[in-house]
């Protein structure tokens, strides 16, 4: 199960690991605001809290500013970061 955290009063992530499903939480939301500026300010928050705890989830939509900023941070992704799918990180 995977918690977007979409409201400060959701109990997914917590009921999940409760009755033994695996879960995790987003860590960023990448296009509240789709404008490119703001995506590159929150996937480099994304990359942040991966460099600091090892790993971080973000959850994006497929605007085409999102896309066009994931493009522009593949050499980044690949070179310094092991991109691997949500379900690696469920406990």
Do not use: C, W
Not at 14 to 36: H, N, Y
Not at 72 to 89: A, C, H, I, M, R
């Amino acid at each position: 199960y995977l918690d977007s955290r979409t409201t400060s009063k959701t109990v997914g992530f917590k009921l999940a690991r409760k009755m033994g499903i695996p879960a995790a939480e987003k860590s960023v939301f990448l296009d509240d605001d789709p404008s490119k500026k703001a995506v590159r300010q929150q996937l480099d928050r994304l990359l942040g809290i991966a460099r600091y705890s090892g790993t971080a989830i973000g959850i994006g939509h497929p605007h085409h500013a999102t896309l066009d900023v994931l493009k522009e941070y593949v050499g980044t992704l690949k070179n310094d970061f092991q991109v691997v799918p949500v379900s690696e990180l469920m406990k």
